[in-house]
């Protein structure tokens, strides 16, 4: 059973910072993919940056050079940090893990960003 759970949502002014994290637990396979989605009320699901085992990285265009994406192999934990935050940031952000094909998601952290 693989478990994913994510930290460090919350309430924060435009131009504000949070970090996000997400450890997974379970029977992980070394080589993965881990990352992060939002989903916005009324929209789509959406990449917001995803890292892999290996450390190739992928930013959704409206992250790059606001947000970094990092991880710690050893811990199994993958990090969001997200600087210069916009309302249009806001949404459930949700953590990711791939590996042999099959998908797992954590149960989603709210982020809110204010005008």
């Known amino acids: 059973q693989v478990q994913l759970v994510e930290s460090g949502g919350g309430l924060v002014q435009a131009g504000g910072s949070l970090r996000l994290s997400c450890a997974a637990s379970g029977r992980i396979f070394s080589i993965n993919v881990m990352g992060w989605c939002r989903q916005a009320p009324g929209k789509q699901r959406e990449l917001v940056a995803r890292?892999?085992?290996?450390?190739?990285?992928t930013y959704a265009g409206s992250a790059k050079g606001r947000f970094t994406i990092s991880r710690d192999n050893a811990k199994n934990t993958v990090y969001l940090q997200m600087n210069s935050l916009k309302p249009e940031d806001t949404a459930v952000y949700y953590c990711?893990?791939?590996?042999?094909?099959?998908?797992?998601w954590g149960q989603g952290t709210q982020v809110t960003v204010s005008s």
């Open positions: 990711n893990l791939v590996f042999l094909t099959v998908d797992y």
């Open positions: 890292i892999s085992s290996g450390g190739s990285i």
